[in-house]
C-alpha cells in the first residue's frame, strides 16, 4: 500500500507547508538524509492550541498535536522531494525508504514528566504511514516554552532513495 493510500485511508491529506516565520527553509536534503525544520501542528494557518502540557493542555490532546506536527514534517518531505523530482508530493513520498529519526519538543508545565506519551503521537503517525520504515530513533524533550506558544514541536529525519 502506497502512502497515498495510507493518507486516504487515515482520512487525510498532506497540508501546505507552513511558510518560515525566520531565516530557515522547511526542509533541506543532505545525500540521501532529509531533514526538517521544527513543525508546529499548524491547521489551516493556525495553531488549534497554545500552553503547556500539563497546565491547560491535555496530554491526550497534546498526542494529537504531535500526530500533526509530524504529518506537517511529512508534508515539508514530500514538497522537496515533489520540488526535486516533478512529482506530485503523495507520490514523492514513495522515495522515503526510512524515518531516521524523530524529535520532539513539549512545552510543559514543570511538574508534567509524560513527554513520551505525548511524542507517541507523531511516532504513530509515521509508524501507520509507512509501515516498518516508519520506525525511528527518537528524543522526546520537556522545554519551558515554543514559537507562538505551540505545546509541540516536531521534526525528522529521513533517508530517501
Known sequence: MSVADRLAGLGLSLPTV???VGAYVPAVRSGVLVHTSGQLPFVAGGLPATGLVGAGVTPEA????????A????????ALLAEE???????????????VKVVGFVASDPSFT?????????????GELFGE?????????????????SPVEVEIVVETR
Open 62 to 69: 497534546a498526542h494529537g498535536l504531535a500526530a500533526t506536527a
Open 85 to 99: 523530482t516533478g512529482e506530485e508530493p503523495a507520490v514523492a513520498l514513495e522515495r522515503v525508504t526510512r524515518v
Open 133 to 149: 520504515a516508519g520506525r525511528h530513533a527518537r528524543s522526546a524533550v520537556g522545554v519551558a516554552a515554543l514559537p507562538l506558544g
Open 18 to 20: 507552513a511558510a518560515p
Open 114 to 126: 509524560g513527554q513520551p506519551g505525548v511524542v507517541n503521537g507523531a511516532s504513530e503517525l509515521l
Open 71 to 78: 504529518l506537517n514534517a511529512v508534508a515539508a518531505v514530500a
